[in-house]
């Protein structure tokens, strides 16, 4: 896969990806989810978008934070571990969306009532999602959330603990 980056210093990464669908085929596309910078319910309709044009060739990068200065500037005012209550909170109603779902959901960061995706991705039940953190809160989004865990470039026996400690959380979510 192809991780398409982001930030305010980038391009707009969906947009990005759009504009590589007619000139590629099978390379997949890691495209950030960033759960800070919108509701769920319009980036499920833009994720089954992009995963028919692409021939379920989407992957997602699970961005909850970043640099809390440029966070700022978006609009983004929650602290980091709030942050991840937020996006833990997007996910699960991002997640049923596209798994045909009709959402009623009301929780602390977030709020839909009769919330439903109309097109559905062509990866079953929604296109894999990535994500990389190191903090305790990131770790637990990781264990109930996604699909493949990322890290930095770090000693072998750091990754080894890190990825240790997300399959321990997720084996309490029973994933």
């Known amino acids: 896969g192809l991780l398409i980056p982001t930030g305010s210093a980038c391009l707009d990464p969906w947009v990005v990806a759009a504009s590589l669908i007619p000139v590629t085929q099978r390379i997949k596309l890691l495209v950030a989810l960033r759960t800070s910078l919108g509701g769920p ?13 692409l021939h379920g060739r989407l992957l997602l990068n ?3 934070g970043g640099d809390a200065a440029e966070l700022a500037a978006d609009g983004v005012q929650l602290g980091h571990d709030e942050r991840y209550a937020a996006a833990d909170e997007y996910l699960q109603i991002w997640k049923k969306l596209l798994s045909g779902e009709t959402v009623d959901f009301q929780g602390k960061y977030l709020s839909v009532t009769q919330s439903r995706n109309y097109h559905a991705p062509v990866q079953k039940p929604w296109p894999p999602l990535y994500f990389g953190g190191s903090s305790e809160a990131a770790h637990e989004l990781a264990a109930r ?7 930095w470039g770090e000693p072998p026996a750091a990754v080894a603990s890190k990825i240790a400690d997300v399959r321990a959380r997720a084996a309490k979510h029973h994933r």
């Not at 319910?41 to 044009?53: E, F």
């Not at 959330?145 to 890290?151: K, R």
Request: overall charge negative.
């Open 41 to 53: 319910a319009p980036s499920a309709r833009q994720a089954a978008t992009l995963d028919q044009a």
């Open 62 to 64: 699970v961005v909850p």
């Open 145 to 151: 959330h996604v699909d493949a865990y990322l890290t």
